[in-house]
């Protein structure tokens, strides 16, 4: 099958209105750098009423103890959910819904480098990395 013929399936699930965007804060996940922009689908939330849960790999939106990080998860096992240990290679951490406040809220779908503002503003058409190196 080709990937074109694919992406109108994937999108059809997808719905707008549980898509939000946000700046990873703290992130475990390899791939995705604190201050990164995130486009996370809150439909990957945890409402795991199945005793088994199941959840595909991918990079999570998390909360635990009212702080909110990026991990890596690599399933599930009976009523928790696994995630890789950062800087321990195949090395897992359970964490069970619940437990110190833990809740997923939804699956990374998207990232990217974010840039700051004042590097993207312009004034008056120039932005103001180029006023500061004809200055110079």
């Excluded at 939106?61 to 009523?79: F, M």
């Excluded at 997923?104 to 312009?122: C, F, M, N, Q, Y």
Aim: hydrophobic residues 40%.
């Amino acid at each position: 099958m080709d990937i074109l013929e694919a992406r109108p399936v994937q999108l059809s699930r997808m719905q707008a209105a549980k898509l939000f965007v946000v700046e990873a804060l703290e992130s475990q996940a390899p791939e995705i750098a604190d201050g990164d922009l995130l486009v996370v689908d809150s439909s990957w939330q945890t409402r795991f009423t199945d005793p088994s849960p199941r959840i595909p790999s991918g990079n999570y939106l998390i909360s635990q103890q009212a702080k909110s990080s990026v991990r890596q998860a690599v399933g599930a096992h009976k009523d928790a959910i696994e995630f890789l240990l950062p800087g321990a290679p195949g090395q897992k951490e359970a964490l069970r819904l619940g437990q110190d406040g833990f809740t997923i809220h939804g699956r990374v779908i998207w990232h990217a480098r974010s840039l700051p503002i004042a590097e993207t503003v312009k004034v008056d058409g120039v932005s103001p990395a180029t006023n500061r190196r004809k200055s110079r």
